[in-house]
Nanobody, 121 residues
Framework: QVQLVESGGGLVQPGGSLRLSCVAS????????MGWYRQAPGKERELVAR?????????????NSPDSIKGRFSISRDNTKNTVYLQMNNLTPEDTAVYYC?????????WGQGTQVTVSS
């Protein structure tokens, strides 16, 4: 059974930074597109960023990546560690959400359990 385990969330002040990590197991990590979504209370889950198996980064997908995060968030992956990262800088209260890791490949999608990010003073 595929597992995606997120970490790195927490409480941060406005203007602060966090780096989320997602470790994947029981899949051939290097062959999967990996990404981060987020869901704020009362809102739909939305794509933050995706990085393909070849390293191409995009903000497309089922929903459009909100313009407000461009330039502040960056996604990367380390295939030797089966890990995808989301570096988040200059955080605002509007970034408060549960952040979910996902893996896509061979017609299948997998989700992590989510990690809470709260931006508040």
């Amino acid at each position: 059974q595929v597992q995606l385990v997120e970490s790195g969330g927490g409480l941060v002040q406005p203007g602060g930074s966090l780096r989320l990590s997602c470790v994947a197991s029981r899949l051939t990590f290097s062959t999967y597109d990996m990404g981060w979504y987020r869901q704020a209370p009362g809102k739909e889950r939305e794509l933050v960023a995706r990085i393909s198996s070849t390293g191409a980064i995009s903000s497309g997908g089922p929903t459009n990546s909100p313009d407000s995060i461009k330039g502040r968030f960056s996604i990367s992956r380390d295939n030797t560690k089966n890990t995808v990262y989301l570096q988040m800088n200059n955080l605002t209260p509007e970034d408060t959400a549960v952040y979910y890791c996902h893996a896509r490949g061979y017609g299948l999608w997998y989700w992590g359990q989510g990690t809470q990010v709260t931006v508040s003073s």
